[in-house]
């Protein structure tokens, strides 16, 4: 685990009292004062990456270090819609094929009739 993520308290707030600096809209079903960010990680990068803008995707970097994001997007993040996939590619500096999400979609081919 990193040294950003072992310092996060379960409170929602860092050890130093910060939190990632999202807006609430990309949370409305979640009780925003009490997300526990590093238990939830996941899905906060998830949220923030499918529906978050340039900037919010900043705030997340800035807040969990690229590192580990890149890490959650190449390893655990197994969806995300395919205009969201180019856009990480370039944002992030990522092969489209390095993505989790991805290599599920070329394993799980489309049906048709």
Do not use: P, Q
């Given at each position: 685990m990193?040294?950003?993520m072992a310092s996060i308290k379960n409170n929602g707030q860092s050890a130093n009292g910060q939190k990632p600096n999202l807006p609430k809209r990309l949370f409305w079903d979640w009780n925003y004062?009490?997300?526990?960010?590093?238990k939830h990680y996941l899905a906060v990068i998830d949220r923030v990456i499918e529906r978050?803008?340039?900037e919010e995707w900043n705030e997340v970097v800035h807040f969990?270090?690229?590192n580990h994001v890149n890490d959650v997007l190449k390893k655990e993040i197994k969806y995300l819609p395919d205009y969201v996939i180019g856009?990480?590619?370039i944002y992030f500096k990522i092969k489209k094929e390095d993505l989790a999400?991805?290599?599920r979609k070329q394993s799980m081919p489309g049906r048709w009739i």
């Open positions: 990193s040294e950003v004062d009490k997300i526990d960010w590093d978050g803008n340039r969990y270090g690229s856009d990480v590619c999400c991805y290599a």
